[in-house]
């Protein structure tokens, strides 16, 4: 079980976004994320007339490592970390250390 999953609200810890939020698009590997509007690059593209594409110069979001990320905790308004735990009915859930709140 992954500490972090598609679609958790994260905060960029290091590099030039430092201090961004967004939400992790997709997974690339077992150790870089995606995330919309985080870690931007100019791409160029070439024209491809039979898709029906123009080519030119794109912003991409480029694939960044998990160990840039934390989970964002929205009760304490910070950054988290994530422990496992089970349920009294033998669940296993995700937690953020600072407060014990499951997170759904």
Do not use: C, W
């Amino acid at each position: 079980m992954r500490k972090l999953r598609t679609g958790d609200e994260v905060i960029v810890i290091a590099g030039k976004d430092k201090g961004k939020r967004g939400q992790i698009d997709a997974f690339v590997g077992t150790k870089k994320v995606v995330i919309p509007n985080i870690n931007v690059a100019k791409k160029h593209v070439k024209a491809n007339p039979n898709a029906g594409e123009t080519g030119g110069i794109i912003d991409k979001a480029m694939p960044l490592d998990i160990s840039n990320i934390a989970i964002f905790n929205a009760a304490s308004d910070k950054a988290d970390r994530v422990g496992f735990k089970f349920l009294e009915d033998g669940k296993k859930v995700r937690f953020y250390k600072s407060n014990n709140e499951v997170i759904a």
